[in-house]
């Protein structure tokens, strides 16, 4: 079966040799490639523990909350580098109009998946400070946009992991000095930045799970964030 041309992963032993290609020439958009790309492998990370809370939330709820809380920041970068591109694409600047947009497919995902993945961290933090007693309508919001956040996950992967290590690894080992070590200290502060104010979020919010943690065993199964 033919692979689509918009999925992202190696497919011969030469797309595994590009991780030993050397550098390619400069190019301006360069560091918004990198720091989506290194933010995204983040996410995932964090994202593959989330998936581990969810065998047992209750009891690991506490970790669930604060690896949700960690989420935040790392996704609001993501998803500002991702607008940035897009409006100086769709505003014509020279640079981004040679490197072209992603395939179609991934360019209609974009906007759903930020806003999936929005609805999701944002109810969950809603039901935290909520409480059980009036979780309803939000655990219902929270469920649901989960689901639709995993399915455009899926294909968000399909379509950027591969090239995402490609550019983080090239990231990692590239020898630079000057304004190009610079400019990877200031994207590698970014990240920092965006995992720093998921501490704070998680710091603030932790304490206010006791309602959720405190509920006898048998409460409303079904009822958690």
Same mark, same amino acid.
């Given at each position: 079966?033919?692979?689509p041309g918009w999925v992202s992963l190696p497919r011969s032993t030469a797309d595994l040799a590009i991780l030993d290609r050397p550098e390619e020439p400069v190019d301006p958009t360069r560091g918004n490639t990198r720091l989506t790309a290194a933010t995204g492998i983040v996410l995932?990370?964090?994202l593959a523990v989330e998936a581990v809370t969810l065998l047992s939330v209750r009891q690991l709820l506490t970790l669930h909350v604060i690896v949700g809380a960690l989420l935040i920041g790392p996704v609001v970068l993501k998803s500002a580098s991702t607008a940035y591109r897009f409006t100086r694409y769709y505003s014509g600047a020279p640079t981004y109009r040679r490197k072209g947009p992603p395939p179609l497919p991934l360019r209609l995902l974009g906007p759903l998946i930020i806003v999936a993945a929005l609805a999701v961290l944002g109810?969950?933090?809603a039901l935290i400070l909520v409480g059980p007693s009036g979780s309803g309508l939000l655990l219902t919001a929270h469920q649901t946009s989960f689901?639709?956040?995993v399915a455009f996950l899926a294909v968000h992967l399909l379509g950027h992991l591969w090239d995402a290590i490609v550019v983080s690894w090239?990231?990692?080992r $590239?020898?630079?000095s000057g304004a190009a070590a610079r400019r990877r200290r200031w994207r590698y502060l970014s990240i920092v930045l965006a995992l720093v104010v998921g501490v $704070? $979020? $998680?710091?603030?919010?932790?304490p206010s799970t006791s309602p959720w943690t405190s509920r006898p065993a048998g409460h409303s199964a079904t009822a958690r964030p």
């Open positions: 079966m033919k692979i995932v990370a964090l109810t969950g933090v689901w639709f956040f090239r990231e990692l $590239a020898s630079l $704070a $979020a $998680a710091t603030l919010l932790v």
